[in-house]
């Protein structure tokens, strides 16, 4: 399995962009990275995912170096309820046509006023 | 439009009880998954059921079963609640197959066995 590798912990102050990064350096060529969030133990909540082109919705934006090897995921305007628990996946075949999502312990980012 | 609608959101059960978690989606999705949530901990997988009619197990499966009901249902069933079961249990389904559209989860089950 891809495995994926997070900070602990990050600030950012309100209002500033924050920069979750995420290695994935073992990544397959056909793996796509996903990006989810979870505040305070509620269900995790999707955010962005990319296969090797930065994408961008209304909520983020994703980097995913040339290499594929790592990634960062932009909050562009980080507001305090943007503190949370943010997850890098990588999305590894389980058998067949069917995925699977391994969740790591994440990334806690701290919003600050 | 609710999404993946997890039944009940807290339970307290005594060692030995039986449960069953219900979960429901919306979506006309093809996959169902059941996680758990330990304190400090990411989500593991219990058992997932790619399509309607298939169940496979997860990285935890031990102490559960699960029932692929319909396309919409999915349960997860403790026949023999332990305390190590004690946990935050949720729901997610997606498109399934080949499709890379992401997985989609409820607000989950607060489950405590005493």
């Known amino acids: 399995d891809a495995k994926t590798t997070q900070p602990t912990s990050m600030d950012c102050a309100e209002g500033r962009a924050a920069n979750l990064p995420c290695n994935h350096s073992t990544i397959s060529g056909n793996e796509y990275v996903y990006w989810y969030r979870q505040i305070h133990s509620q269900g995790p909540q999707y955010i962005i995912h990319g296969l090797k082109n930065n994408e961008t919705n209304e909520m983020a934006s994703l980097i995913i170096t040339e290499d594929r090897k790592s990634s960062t995921l932009i909050l562009p305007h980080a507001t305090l309820r943007d503190t949370a628990v943010y997850y890098c996946i990588v999305r590894v075949r389980s058998g067949g046509s069917n995925y699977k999502l391994t969740f790591g312990k994440g990334t806690l980012l701290t919003v600050n006023p | 439009n609710a999404g993946v609608t997890q039944t009940p959101k807290f339970q307290v059960l005594k060692t030995g009880q039986s449960m069953t978690l219900q979960c429901a989606q919306d979506m006309n999705h093809n996959s169902m998954y059941w996680y758990r949530q330990d304190p400090g901990m990411g989500l593991r997988l219990i058992y997932y059921?790619?399509?309607?009619?298939?169940?496979d197990k997860g990285e935890v499966p031990n102490g559960y079963n699960v029932s692929r009901l319909n396309k919409r249902e999915f349960s997860l069933r403790l026949e023999s609640a332990a305390p190590s079961q004690t946990s935050v249990y949720f729901c997610?389904?997606?498109?399934?197959?080949?499709?890379?559209?992401?997985?989609?989860f409820g607000d989950g089950t607060r489950l405590s066995i005493l």
């Open positions: 059921s790619a399509s309607e009619g298939t169940t």
């Open positions: 997610a389904s997606s498109e399934g197959g080949s499709s890379n559209q992401p997985q989609h």
